[in-house]
Nanobody
Framework: QVQLVESGGGLVQPGGSLRLSCAAS????????MGWYRQAPGKSRELVAS???????NYVDSVKGRFTISRDSAKNTVSLQMNSLKPEDTAVYYC?????????????WGQGTQVTVSS
C-alpha cells in the first residue's frame, strides 16, 4: 500500500507560480511512475505531467514550457513547479503512483490539492 499526500495548492494571480509537492510513504520511485493529474469542474481528469522510474518525463501540450515535474528520492517527494499560471490551470491537482507488474497494475492516488488562478 502506497500513501500519497499532496500540498502546495492555493490561490494565485495569473502569471504567478506555485509549487506542488507529493510525499510518498516510502522509497517507491525506483518502481513506480509518478504523475500529476488535474480535474477542473465539469471536466474529466487529465494527465498534466509524468515521470517514469527511469527518469523520462512527459507533459501535456498546454503546460509545456511552464510546468516542471521533478523528484527527490532522498525525501520521497515528487514536485510540480508551475510557472506563468493561467486561469485555465484552475483545477484540483492529484498525484498518482503507478506500477505495472506481471500480476497487474498497481495505482495509488493522493487526496488532491486545489489550485485557483484568478485575479
Amino acid at each position: 500500500q502506497v500513501q500519497l499526500v499532496e500540498s502546495g495548492g492555493g490561490l494565485v494571480q495569473p502569471g504567478g507560480s506555485l509549487r506542488l509537492s507529493c510525499a510518498a510513504s516510502g522509497s517507491i520511485f525506483g518502481f513506480y511512475s509518478m504523475g500529476w493529474y488535474r480535474q477542473a469542474p465539469g471536466k474529466s481528469r487529465e494527465l498534466v505531467a509524468s515521470l517514469t522510474s527511469g527518469g523520462r518525463v512527459n507533459y501535456v501540450d498546454s503546460v509545456k514550457g511552464r510546468f516542471t515535474i521533478s523528484r527527490d528520492s532522498a525525501k520521497n517527494t515528487v514536485s510540480l513547479q508551475m510557472n506563468s499560471l493561467k486561469p485555465e490551470d484552475t483545477a484540483v491537482y492529484y498525484c498518482k503512483a503507478e506500477r505495472n507488474t506481471p500480476s497487474g497494475v498497481y495505482a495509488y492516488w493522493g487526496q488532491g490539492t486545489q489550485v485557483t488562478v484568478s485575479s
